[in-house]
């Protein structure tokens, strides 16, 4: 066990997580994936923390993922593996191969498909809390801006692949149909997810339908105002 080395997971429950990621039926989908992430993070045999918004603190998202990192560093681990619980291709093999790296002294980026990042690995030398707290924290920019920022400071950075983490459905429907294999639980939640969606669309599309036939056919109670179609 590498004892310099610890993984942080940085995570919400699912009730919070559903605040931010407005997701029908996405309790049981984060509690489910949280349940996994955990099963790979044992598996490494690393030490981990886990930072639900129970032990957070901050205002924003940056302050309160910065504010974690240094905690766990002031625990007295000199790297730091940071995850969260919504990429559901996250493997052992990703944490194990990011604790080597940091072992050679690299810094460790694991892209997302949308421009942040699954993971992240550090030594606290390579960590500036004011540094970190100006950086453009969830948007499409920050895989790219930590990455610019490291390479400044001519640290070697050691990439792992892209993988898709999920904020969206959309996201869903992209993961579902890559070749990896999940828990029966979690696929039949992805399944019911998004194929509620579908029917959601459907369902609307039908209403919108039939509103447009009663303005067609409706001589009474016109829909109309000011010219402009009636619209839901």
């Known amino acids: 066990m590498n004892i310099k080395t610890a993984v942080l997971v940085f995570v919400n429950s699912s009730k919070e997580e559903l605040l931010h990621k407005p997701i029908i039926g996405g309790e049981k989908l984060f509690t489910e994936l949280t349940k996994k992430t955990m099963q790979v993070v044992e598996s490494s045999g690393l030490p981990f923390f886990v930072f639900t918004e129970k ?32 990429t559901p291709h996250l493997k052992k093999h990703h944490l194990l191969e990011s604790a080597k790296q940091l072992q050679n002294n690299k810094f460790v980026l694991g892209p997302s498909a949308d421009g ?10 390579q960590f500036n809390i004011n540094t970190f707290l100006k950086l453009p924290w969830q948007s499409k920019h920050l895989a790219k801006s930590i990455s610019f920022l ?47 969606q579908i029917e959601i669309v459907k369902h609307n599309d039908s209403i919108k339908d039939t509103y447009y036939l ?10 109309y105002s000011n010219s402009s179609f009636y619209t839901i």
């Open 116 to 125: 942040g990042f699954y993971l992240m690995g550090l030594h606290k030398s």
């Open 150 to 196: 490291i390479k400044n400071t001519e640290i070697e950075v050691a990439q792992l692949e892209v993988l898709y983490d999920i904020d969206t459905v959309d996201d869903l429907k992209i993961i579902s149909k890559l070749n990896f294999t999940f828990s029966e639980t979690l696929q039949a939640i992805i399944y019911h997810i998004t194929n509620s």
């Open 55 to 86: 032990r957070q603190t901050g205002k924003t998202f940056g302050e309160r993922f910065v504010n974690a990192i240094q905690a766990t560093y002031d625990l007295g681990f000199e790297n730091i593996i940071t995850i969260g619980n919504d």
């Open 214 to 223: 009663q303005s067609f056919y409706n001589k009474g109670s016109p829909m």
